[in-house]
């Protein structure tokens, strides 16, 4: 698939280079097309990697994954051109945290609305589905975990881009339940603040989320 990457951060050089490692086509996109951090990713990827801005990852992708600074999110959405996600999959890795001096993260919107939501109002011709979001970036792709893979929970109102992030998902390693349609990310981004929260308060950073069952 051709794969398009909002997002220069962490996020998107860890879910660019899983693609790759997949055998997809990524091209990243930033506010600056000689970003160092998007160049340094694409030298480290002799094939099947390229760069430019919002726009040209955008136009350039069947599947598109937002992984921007959720301040800056609206902001790309329209500088990526709302037409170049109509009837395209975009992967929502967001969460609308607002960050404060001397306090922990919180959520910008929630309860009864959701970052996930807002992404959908902002494109109603894209096939919006949350995922990745709760957990940190060093584990969404091969997560190894002791007690077995993880589970990634997801959302979205397309039952076929779900089924297709849905084995994404399986090919990254994780196992993964689909919990309902967007406003499911009322749910799915408390829980960022959840694994954020456990990691400040035990000082470790490797831990993820499993639904148990008997
Ligand atoms: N870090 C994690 O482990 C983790 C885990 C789960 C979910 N998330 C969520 O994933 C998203 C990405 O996180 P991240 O840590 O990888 O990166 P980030 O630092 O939150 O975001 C980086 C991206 O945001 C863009 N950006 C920032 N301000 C902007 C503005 N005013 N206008 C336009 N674009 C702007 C940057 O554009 P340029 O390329 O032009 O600089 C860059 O591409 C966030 O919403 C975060 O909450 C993060």
Redesign the pocket.
């Known amino acids: 698939m051709r794969v398009g990457i909002l997002?220069?951060?962490?996020?998107?050089r860890v879910l660019a280079s899983a693609m790759i490692a997949e055998g997809h086509e990524v091209k990243m996109g930033?506010?600056?097309r000689e970003?160092p951090k998007?160049q340094e990713w694409a030298k480290k990827h002799a094939q099947r990697a390229s760069t430019g801005t919002f726009a040209d990852a955008a136009e350039f992708a069947e599947i598109i994954f937002l992984?921007?600074?959720?301040?800056?999110t609206e902001?790309?959405i329209e500088?990526a051109g709302t037409s170049n996600f109509r009837g395209k999959i975009l992967i929502d890795?967001?969460?609308p945290?607002v960050f404060e001096p001397n306090k922990p993260p919180r959520l910008a919107l929630g309860q009864t609305d959701s970052g996930g939501e807002q992404v959908q109002r902002w494109l109603p011709d894209a096939k919006v589905v949350k995922a990745?979001?709760i957990?940190?970036?060093a584990h969404m792709y091969k997560p190894h975990f002791p007690g077995g893979p993880p589970t990634m929970f997801y959302c979205g109102n397309d039952a076929a881009a779900k089924k297709t992030v849905q084995n994404i998902l399986t090919s990254f390693g994780w196992e993964s339940i689909d919990i309902g349609s967007i406003e499911g990310a009322r749910l799915l981004e408390p829980l960022?603040i959840l694994w954020v929260g456990y990691g400040a308060q035990t000082g470790t950073w490797n831990h993820a989320f499993k639904l148990l069952r008997k």
Do not use: K
């Open positions: 997002g220069t951060g962490d996020v998107g930033s506010r600056d970003n998007m992984c921007t600074l959720w301040s800056g902001n790309v500088m890795t967001t969460n945290l990745f979001n957990v940190g970036n960022c």
